[in-house]
């Protein structure tokens, strides 16, 4: 569904190398992106795959790959370039056990960190996480519009159980996304590549190869793409690249909440997790517990107003995630303060709504509101598999 | 257009005095105004390095200055975009050194295996000039470079050659001071497909610091290499690879969906979500027999999730499926406990045991066994039958799936004649095959209740 939301976003270029478990993406585009007049090809590594995407975008065409955590590793070079040169390209990243090859067969939610804290200078890279095959069709779609409206790289970040599990989907319930397409110059010539208007404003952008020159550069640079020492107008730019996405985050912060107004405790959740947690969810209500839930969609730029309005009156937050270490819950701590925030984590296989039940309860989490300090701990971390406990 | 004036006429290079990048771009300034080609037909790719520093002296051209190395890959990209784009007559021209060459070497054997429609400028001065004079595999031996310095030892790599076996249609080497040198990059613009000129040139800065590089130095130095100066272009031309792929575009005609089983007025009967495994060896149509169930399932409007296992190997070993059917949507696709276990051979059952299922089966789990295999499951109501004896190995999974929905109403046996009729015809025989076994069995034997 990644492929077909792909596809239905307008896609015409494609490059792919074979790494379980994105290959399926692969595959589908090889075979359909040709009858739709578009390139898709096989590339020999995963740093190819994505400079050609690259390089393709950068004449007008709307460009994908897919890949894994050790390809995705490989790619960052090239990640840095697009946001650099504000090129538009959607990587679909479908996360697998890591580190290293780690286990390809095998889900994980791991790469969090990976995707989002991969450039120098720490810039916001949009992530989409589906939880599901009617949600790859919608957030791929959206994947590339936010990528052609900000001119920048996108993740789409699924996993194994997401991208390789055959499940029934109805077409007639698939969410259709209108196509942004890349705002042009008009008819500026001679236009500046980076032009800055204002801080949400992005460049209008011509194609290379098109009847405008155009001056693409990855170093430091001005308005015109002209190489620069760092200067006033090259400081500009570069705080301009993080300006752009943060002006839209509210407009692409897709999150699907489910909020008792009662509740003390909230259920944060995204990608695989998030399914079972939505079925602890049943199993608490059923039980009485008021507990709210909320499955985040676009991990990054933090859907911030949602997360806040979903905490508001709550006292214990509960982060599901298939990492170790919490990775997500990490980057919420910030903006949870005050709350006491718990981590049910695991790897290895998904973390079951039983696990997640299981896991509320022994926290005390049926305890009611105003009863626990109001304590704020990265440190106490529920791994269902261990015995103990907090 | 009249001619354009490529190089800047003031531009002031920004090279060392006697650097051979100079000169290079001296050349293909006369080159392209020779060709005539209209300046936003060619887009200049840099990479890293001196090299890089192009840019800025061809004001009319696209240049696109790029990562170290990747130079190449991004001309590829945007030499591949014209297959699909109307406008198809942009010409990449890559300029490249020998540091870039050696880390994006990748790239320069896919552009010449693709045949790609790039013309590739390949400065070698022996080293990193721009870094501070450090080896390259470029770098001629006994060469002394501020990371060699007793002298390299390494033998450098003969990129031509290299890209010969790599099916490369135009490859020339000539010095940086050649008078013929435009002429030499003029061809390998206007040739229809992948060309290279590499350029022997010295790095002022740093190579002649260290080495000797006065008269014919460099000439010898390039004999002792064993380089071939001139031109090598192969036999016989090669179709671009963007070329094929719009012939391919023109004839592929577009993808028929592939038919599905349609949805029947008869529903399953099924309350809650069921847990089905079913284990057996790879190359037995264990998991595409189970895709026949999850089909049979949607026709009578239940929702499904499918997913299967198998050893790295994927043609030997175990082979599973873990389904899951419920009258709702699907959240968690994982299993908490088993309904049904479905075993039809040894290696999968093993891995049943291996892979923690077994422990979640119970007293209620329905445990399917081939009557073959001697095996007793922990817990669990255990049937045997012998579907591998009677409807062959290949078809002992469906003939178990049958068997199992033949005890009870969940998934009607209208729901099989629909799927096996959206089937092609020449696979329908052997599924009916496997359904009727699966089915006979099933109304002599069984004693479950659903």
């Known amino acids: 569904m990644v492929a077909e939301g792909a596809l239905a976003a307008g896609c015409r270029f494609f490059a792919g190398y074979p790494i379980t478990p994105a290959s399926e993406i692969y595959e589908v585009m090889m075979r359909e992106l040709v009858t739709r007049g578009g390139l898709a090809l096989s590339a020999p590594d995963e740093i190819s795959s994505l400079c050609y995407c690259v390089g393709a975008s950068l004449r007008g065409l709307k460009a994908m790959t897919a890949t894994s955590g050790p390809g995705w590793a490989l790619m960052l070079e090239t990640v840095q370039y697009a946001l650099m040169t504000e090129t538009p390209v959607v990587i679909a990243l479908v996360q697998r056990l890591g580190p290293s090859t780690g286990g390809a067969t095998q889900g994980a939610q791991g790469d969090i960190f990976l995707a989002e804290f991969s450039t120098s200078g720490g810039y916001t890279i949009p992530v989409f996480a589906p939880s599901n095959a009617a949600e790859c069709y919608e957030l791929t779609q959206q994947a590339f519009n936010w990528s052609e409206r900000l001119r920048c790289p996108v993740v789409l970040l699924t996993d194994k159980e997401v991208g390789m599990t055959t499940e029934v989907v109805e077409e007639a319930a698939l969410a259709k996304v209108a196509p942004v397409e890349r705002t042009g110059i008009g008819a500026k010539a001679p236009f500046a590549a980076y032009e800055i208007e204002s801080a949400e404003s992005v460049p209008g952008f011509a194609p290379v190869g098109g009847p405008v020159k155009v001056t693409i550069t990855g170093s430091a640079h001005d308005r015109w793409g002209r190489l620069r020492k760092v200067s006033p107008e090259v400081v500009e730019m570069l705080v301009h690249l993080q300006r752009k996405i943060e002006a839209h985050a509210a407009e692409m912060a897709f999150v699907r909440p489910d909020l008792d107004p009662e509740a003390s405790s909230l259920l944060v959740s995204y990608g695989i997790t998030a399914r079972a947690a939505r079925e602890a969810v049943g199993v608490l209500r059923k039980e009485g517990f008021p507990i709210s839930f909320l499955q985040v969609q676009t991990l990054f730029p933090v859907p911030v107003e949602a997360l806040r309005r979903a905490a508001a009156g709550i006292r214990t937050v509960f982060v599901a995630e298939e990492n170790l270490t919490g990775q997500y819950r990490t980057v919420l701590a910030p903006f949870l303060m005050g709350t006491r925030l718990l981590g049910i984590n695991k790897v290895g296989s998904m973390i079951s709504p039983g696990e997640i039940v299981r896991a509320i309860r022994r926290a005390g989490g049926t305890i009611p509101r105003g009863d626990w300090p109001c304590t704020h701990s990265l440190d106490e971390s529920i791994h269902p598999d261990r015995k103990a406990g907090v | ?450």
């Open chain 2, 1 to 450: 257009m009249g001619n354009p004036a490529y190089l800047a006429r003031d531009a002031k290079l920004p090279y060392c005095r006697g650097c051979g990048h100079a000169l290079v771009v001296r050349q293909l300034s006369q080159a392209l105004e020779g060709l005539r080609l209209p300046p936003h037909s060619v887009v200049l790719t840099t990479d890293i390095g001196c090299v890089g520093l192009a840019d800025s002296l061809f004001p009319y051209l696209h240049t696109v200055h790029t990562t170290h190395g990747r130079s190449t890959a991004m001309a590829i990209g945007m030499a591949l975009a014209g297959a699909v784009l109307p406008d198809s007559g942009l010409k990449p021209i890559v300029m490249i050194g020998d540091g870039g060459a050696m880390i994006g070497l990748l790239h320069l054997v896919h552009a010449a295996q693709l045949n790609v429609d790039i013309t590739v400028l390949f400065h070698n001065n022996f080293l990193f000039g721009m870094t501070g004079g450090q080896h390259s595999a470029f770098t001629p031996l006994e060469w002394i470079t501020s990371t060699t310095p007793e002298g390299n030892v390494i033998p450098p790599l003969d990129l031509l050659q290299l890209l010969q076996t790599a099916h490369a249609g135009f490859l020339a080497r000539q010095f940086a001071t050649d008078s013929s040198l435009d002429a030499v990059i003029a061809d390998a613009i206007a040739f229809p497909g992948f060309s290279l000129v590499e350029i022997l040139e010295t790095c002022t800065g740093y190579g002649a610091l260290r080495n000797k590089t006065t008269g014919n130095v460099l000439r010898e130095v390039a004999s002792r290499q064993g380089y071939l100066i001139g031109r090598m272009e192969a036999a016989q031309q090669r179709t671009t690879f963007g070329a094929l792929y719009r012939q391919e575009l023109q004839s592929r005609p577009a993808r028929k969906a592939r038919p599905q089983a349609p949805e029947l007025a008869v529903k399953a009967d099924l309350a809650d979500p069921l847990h089905i495994v079913i284990a057996g060896t790879a190359g037995e149509r264990v998991q595409s027999s189970a895709a026949l169930l999850c089909s049979a399932a949607l026709s009578v409007g239940l929702h499904s999730t499918q997913k299967n296992d198998n050893p790295v190997t994927q043609g030997t070993g175990f082979s599973l499926s873990e389904i899951c059917l419920s009258p709702r949507l699907i959240e968690y696709t994982g299993m908490e406990s088993v309904d049904v276990v479905i075993g039809v051979s040894q290696e999968g059952w093993n891995e049943l045991q291996a892979n923690g299922t077994l422990a979640k089966s119970t007293p209620k789990t329905l445990v399917l066994l081939d009557a073959e295999l001697e095996i007793t499951p922990p817990t669990g109501r255990v049937l045997r039958q012998p579907f591998r004896r009677e409807a062959t190995p290949k078809r002992a999974a469906l003939a178990a799936i049958a068997f199992w929905l033949g005890m009870g109403p969940v998934v009607p046996k209208a729901a099989w004649d629909a799927v096996v009729g959206s089937l092609p015809v020449d696979r329908r025989e052997d599924v009916l095959t496997a359904l009727r076994v699966g089915q006979n069995l099933a109304s002599q034997g069984g004693t479950y209740a659903a």
